[in-house]
């Protein structure tokens, strides 16, 4: 193996050396066999081919499908060109036609996951922007804090305040006790606001992280070079600051709303049929018997509803990585 | 004469104001304010979870006096004593090891692959490793349900086995992405220096580049095994009977129906053992980076 190294044309300048090894390695062929390199990657192909794209070619086929007339177990067609659309319409035209009884549902998804990355965008820039450039010497320490919801599992966030909430629970007891209101609220009992601020509570932290590391890395002369051209701190602000997180303002929202968009437990927790989401029509649909084709049906419609924000963020995110 | 002294003294507070909220060096208290409150509203319910699970009566909601009833000391309901609570805590720890360990391997390997592997073919790969990345979890989890349940019936049946096909499916894109951005910081020379000096390129990977790498691929185990332990939706579509379901299905079975403060220390483990493996990997992390710079809490926190 060494002698296929010492063995190279002779001699070279150090700088063509490097310019040889920079394109021997674009190529990967000089230096290494050309399957040295793929395989290292076929076990994950190999995983993400049978467990990532497979399941989805099976929920096509799942939702394209029929069903069992007596034994309402779905039979999937696996054959592309026998595909048949019914249960899909069906299910599509649930969300406007006759009783519409998904537009519910589908409205809701939409108004609580734009008011929830809509809060968890003000409140998160102003926490980044605080832990970012004011927090001196407590940094690391606000930093473990923020971090910490990250190592905290979601169920157990979401089950703590709805112990909080419960009638008797500590918010109603605090809100009497400040003669906020007369009786105690019943929170729980499908109020959008609850919903709303649990998604929040839920998701913020992905928000925090990436505004956090963006305006971490602004530049402190540039904010200074804003005030000295005579512009006002918010001026500063707008003009300077705001500009320069707004890729990361992007990532955050797609990285907040993508999970809003199919989560079903914040509010099989805190809501009721009320306050349904999305992800609860899929949810209730996988887990009743006969309606696996129009489980199928949903997921596609998700996923047709979430891929333009999906591809939007791995086209980012390649750009940044482009960009370092 | 009055009336203009009250002009003048206003006009001053205005100006005295202004110049106050002009000034960019003053306490940004609103912002600070804020922080405190973000910190104590995202912390204090989950400490008072904590605390409740020490609650001496059923509620989790009022308190009813210490005891460590729903921990150890009820003979039936307690978190020790219940067996399908004691089965779940089993379960979890089952599905979390094996599925992180086979995650960070799979995701080590092809994370060193597709950043020397350029092509047509990488870049697919690539791309769909993101697209797993980003996936809202309700797809992945009912995908793979359906998968299980009808085109593989016959070869997978719901249960532990299929929670670890989905878990590390799911968990996979987190070794990639963590080992990746360390492979850019290292760059290729530390392997071509090694094949200089005479080694295979299998030699130079594990003696010059995994020792390397050894940090990123300690905070990509931590950070799965966190995320395998937390994880309930992929786990709760495809467990099987119920003594398949780990911690946080029953966490979220029970929330739904009348839990107990069995229910809270149940959390509260799931918690202690996060946090456990966060902070071993962090200390181990910061033993093996010392000296290079990025040993403090951010960096691997941004890992």
């Given at each position: 193996m060494a002698a296929t190294s010492t063995s190279d044309p002779p001699a070279p300048t150090r700088r063509q050396k490097k310019k040889a090894k920079a394109s021997a390695n674009e190529a990967s062929g000089a230096w290494y066999p050309r399957w040295y390199w793929p395989s290292f990657t076929v076990p994950g192909i190999v995983w993400l081919a049978l467990l990532f794209l497979l399941p989805f070619f099976t929920v096509l086929s799942v939702a394209f499908g029929t069903v069992d007339p007596i034994f309402r177990q779905p039979l999937p067609v696996y054959q592309p060109w026998w595909w048949s659309f019914a249960t899909f319409n069906e299910t599509l035209s649930k969300f406007y036609a006759g009783d519409a009884i998904y537009q519910g549902p589908l409205i809701r998804t939409f108004a609580y996951v734009f008011a929830a990355s809509f809060i968890c965008l003000v409140v998160g820039y102003a926490v980044a922007y605080y832990a970012a450039r004011y927090a001196g010497k407590y940094r690391v320490l606000v930093l473990i804090l923020l971090i910490s919801p990250f190592w905290i599992s979601y169920l157990m966030r979401i089950y703590a305040w709805q112990s909080l909430l419960q009638p008797d629970g500590y918010v109603n007891d605090i809100l009497t006790g400040l003669h906020i209101v007369g009786e105690p609220v019943?929170?729980?009992?499908?109020k959008h606001i609850t919903v709303i601020l649990g998604l929040v509570y839920g998701y913020i932290p992905f928000m925090i992280l990436p505004l956090f590391g963006s305006l971490d890395r602004i530049n402190q002369s540039m904010l200074e070079a804003g005030r000295d051209l005579g512009g006002s701190p918010f001026e500063t602000f707008r003009r300077v600051t705001l500009p320069l997180s707004r890729p990361a303002i992007l990532a955050g929202l797609v990285i907040v709303s993508l999970p809003m968009f199919g989560d079903y437990y914040t509010n099989n927790l805190l809501g009721t049929t009320q306050t349904s989401m999305f992800g609860n029509l899929i949810d209730n649909a996988v887990t009743q018997a006969g309606r696996g084709p129009e489980a199928g049906s949903l997921v596609i419609i998700l996923m047709i509803i979430v891929i333009v924000p999906m591809l939007y963020y791995l086209h980012e995110t390649k750009r940044a990585a482009a960009a370092r | 004469m009055s009336e203009m002294g009250a002009t003048a003294g206003t006009a001053a507070e205005a100006t005295k104001r202004q110049s106050w909220f002009k000034n960019p060096w003053r306490k940004p208290y609103f912002l600070e304010g804020v922080t405190v409150l973000y910190l104590l509203w995202s912390l204090v319910p989950v400490v008072i979870a904590v605390i409740f699970s020490f609650n001496g009566g059923r509620s989790r909601s009022a308190w009813q006096g210490f005891s460590l009833r729903w921990w150890t000391a009820d003979p039936f309901d307690s978190l020790f004593h219940n067996p399908s609570l004691r089965q779940a805590m089993i379960q979890t720890f089952k599905l979390s090891s094996v599925a992180s360990v086979v995650a960070v391997v799979l995701g080590t390997l092809f994370a060193i692959g597709i950043d020397r592997w350029h092509g047509r073919p990488a870049r697919g790969a690539n791309f769909t490793m993101l697209l797993s990345f980003v996936v809202p979890e309700i797809i992945l989890g009912v995908s793979l349900f359906l998968l299980f349940t009808q085109l593989l019936k016959n070869t997978v049946t719901l249960g532990t086995g299929a929670q670890w096909l989905g878990l590390i499916a799911f968990q996979i894109s987190y070794p990639v992405i963590i080992v990746r951005a360390r492979l850019l910081t290292i760059g290729p020379e530390y392997e071509e220096a090694a094949m200089d000096l005479g080694a295979t390129p299998t030699q130079a990977i594990r003696k010059a580049l995994l020792p390397l790498l050894f940090p990123a691929i300690l905070a990509s185990f931590a950070v799965t095994f966190a995320d395998t332990v937390d994880d309930f939706v992929t786990v709760r579509y495809l467990s099987?009977?119920?003594?398949?379901?780990?911690l946080s299905v029953k966490i979220y079975g029970a929330a739904r129906a009348s839990p107990t403060p069995a229910v809270n220390a149940a959390a509260t483990v799931m918690l202690i053992a996060t946090l456990l493996v966060i902070v071993v990997g962090y200390l181990i992390y910061r033993r093996i980076s010392r000296g290079t710079g990025d040993s403090d809490v951010g960096s691997f926190a941004q890992l």
């Open positions: 019943n929170w729980l009992a499908g | 099987g009977k119920a003594d398949s379901e780990p």
